[in-house]
């Protein structure tokens, strides 16, 4: 940056932002002192407990899960991945001087086959039994 540019360059714009700033941090800091000070402070057996996942600690902390719990997490994510692939292609695609008109025709296949994959995997989840609740 030349010395003039810099000469030109004014915080006065960001002052309220600034002050913003400030007034929020001292806010969840007074907040956080208050709400330690006055706030009840009993302590009780069961705060002592260790908790998890809504699970007494009792037994054995290896305890086996059923796999439809595996199953449907790595469904959510393919299908949030898929999401994450759609959406910027849809805005791209449906927006003017996007795509190359030579790209479109190719662009859209390419498209509607990652959809159908990700069809054929969603019918063989089915077809297995993933989204039945036994």
Known sequence: MK???FDQFDLGAYYPIFVYLILLIGFAITTLIIAHTIGPSRDTEGKRVPYESG???IGDARQRF???FYLVAIMFLVFD???LFLYPWAVVAYSDGGYPAV???PVFWCVITFIVVLLIGYLYDWKKGVFRWR
Do not use: N, R, S
Request: proline residues 7%; without cysteine; negative net charge.
């Open 81 to 83: 991945v898929e999401l």
């Open 66 to 68: 059923d796999i439809k």
């Open 55 to 57: 699970m007494d600690p």
């Open 3 to 5: 010395e003039a540019e």
């Open 103 to 105: 790209l479109k025709g």
